[in-house]
Nanobody, 114 residues
C-alpha cells in the first residue's frame, strides 16, 4: 500500500504550503493518521495527528500555525502550514495506522528560507 504525499516545496519564511496525502479508501476509515517530519540530522518527530477518537494533536512548535484535516470522501489527509519558519524545514511524511498495520508515505520536502 502506497501513500502519495505531495505539496512540498521551497517557500520564504512567513509563507504557506498545503501538503496532501492520498491513501486507498480501504485503509482510510477507522484509522489514526498524522504528519511527521524529519529535519536534517535530526530524528523524525510528530507534527500533527488525528487520534483514535478523532481529536487532533499538534507539536508545540506548530500550534496555531499548522492545521491537520481530512477529506474522507477523497481518502486524503492534509496539512495546512502557515507562518512557516526556517526551522520547519524537513521531509514531511504522512502516516496511517489501521488495525495494527502502519503505512507511510514517501515524504515530501519542505524548505523554508529566511
Amino acid at each position: 500500500v502506497q501513500l502519495q504525499a505531495s505539496g512540498g516545496g521551497m517557500v520564504q519564511a512567513g509563507g504557506s504550503l498545503r501538503l496532501s496525502c492520498a491513501a486507498p479508501g480501504s485503509i482510510f476509515s477507522f484509522a489514526t493518521m498524522g504528519w511527521y517530519r524529519q529535519a536534517p540530522g535530526q530524528q523524525r518527530e510528530l507534527v500533527a495527528e488525528f487520534t483514535t477518537i478523532g481529536s487532533t494533536n499538534y507539536a508545540d512548535s506548530v500550534k496555531g500555525r499548522f492545521t491537520i484535516s481530512r477529506d474522507n470522501s477523497k481518502s486524503t489527509l492534509y496539512l495546512q502550514m502557515n507562518s512557516l519558519k526556517p526551522e520547519d524545514t524537513g521531509v514531511y511524511s504522512c502516516n496511517i495506522v489501521r488495525r495494527g498495520y502502519v503505512y507511510w508515505g514517501q515524504g515530501t520536502l519542505v524548505t523554508v528560507s529566511s
